[in-house]
């Protein structure tokens, strides 16, 4: 596995801390304001330098920018515009080396969370999921459209993925919930993954294995990584306790899940992709002003993550 960490593309403390343990890949947001335009290489070829240039290179961008991705999930009128520029952000990928997009299709609403302050082991503090404090909003969609649309977004933008080599690694929905109010979701069973994947048969169509999300969805994460290896682009690397309509997260040495055996089948499933922590516990002295993303519970994520590398790794070789 390819450690990683997730950077934005201005450089901040989170660099540093990236470099300082070990990390040589990064997984990037892009920036989504008036200075940056997807479709323009040089802007592309900047951040890819000032990467470079603090020894990081970038591997894979994440998510699709959302000005751009929104219309597309929603299926609004800026959609043919917005996959023009998807398109044409292939070429310059290429050049630069970033071959993988990671993208989730939750239209409307992105990952939720309906609490942030649930208290997780020694005080530190996580996100959490509960369906009865879910408040609907007015939006909606259907899951018959929402079908249509990835299809739509898939037929549209794999021929240019597959010419120049980019490809779609496909998030599943969080929390993998088939309703929210009347916003439908359909990245949220195995079943529907496999549908998913079926839509356009392709070396460079697979999934962003986000493992904890899996566990929500209630499926067994062994048999369901070992079905999609071969599919397996990226991995999100976290634990949660509890079902998709009630969960909250944990410290990664902290959840229901054998994190080790996790790590050993990876490898064994030979799913040498780019890996990175997700949704750290805010701890001690932590403002909470990010959560999820906070620095100290991220610093141990990624230690106890390579940590587990190395021990399979001295395994299998020695
Ligand atoms: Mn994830």
């Not at 917005?82 to 990928?93: G, W």
């Not at 079908?147 to 599943?172: K, M, S, T």
């Not at 909470?288 to 390579?306: C, D, E, S």
Request: charged share 20%; glycine share 8%; with cysteine.
């Amino acid at each position: 596995m390819i450690l990683t960490d997730y950077l934005l593309c201005d450089k901040n403390i989170q660099w540093d801390y990236a470099r300082q343990l070990g990390i040589e890949h990064a997984v990037i947001r892009l920036p989504e304001d008036d200075r940056f335009d997807v479709t323009d290489p040089g802007h592309w070829r900047t951040i890819r330098d000032r990467f470079l240039s603090a020894g990081l290179k970038p591997v894979i961008v994440e998510p699709m920018p959302n000005a751009l991705h929104d219309p597309i999930k929603t299926g609004g009128p800026e959609r043919d515009a917005c996959l023009d520029k998807v398109i044409r952000m292939f070429p310059i990928m290429a050049e630069l080396g970033i071959d993988t997009i990671c993208t989730n299709f939750m239209a409307h609403i992105g990952w939720l969370r309906t609490a942030s302050d649930i208290p997780e082991r020694g005080g530190a503090l996580v996100t959490g999921f509960r369906l009865a404090d879910y408040q609907p909003t007015s939006l909606a969609i259907s899951e018959s459209e929402l079908w249509a649309n990835l299809d739509y977004f898939l037929q549209a933008v794999l021929p240019a993925a597959e010419r120049y080599g980019i490809r779609i690694a496909l998030h599943p929905d969080d929390p993998p919930l088939a309703r929210l109010g009347q916003v439908s979701r359909i990245l949220v069973s195995l079943a529907n993954i496999r549908r998913a994947l079926a839509l356009y048969p392709s070396d460079c169509l697979g999934v962003t294995f986000c493992q904890a999300t899996y566990r929500a969805m209630g499926e067994d994460i062994v048999q369901a990584a070992t079905e999609l290896a071969a599919k397996i682009l990226f991995i999100h690397f976290r634990d949660i306790r509890g079902t998709k309509t009630d969960f909250h997260e944990t410290f990664h040495d902290n959840g229901q899940t054998d994190m080790a055996r996790m790590v050993a089948l990876y490898g064994q499933l030979g799913c040498d992709v780019p890996v990175r922590v997700d949704h750290v516990p805010t701890m001690a002295g932590e403002t909470g002003q990010t959560p999820g993303y906070a620095t100290v519970g991220r610093l141990f994520a990624i230690g106890y993550l390579k940590g587990l590398i190395d021990g399979v790794k001295s395994q299998t070789e020695g």
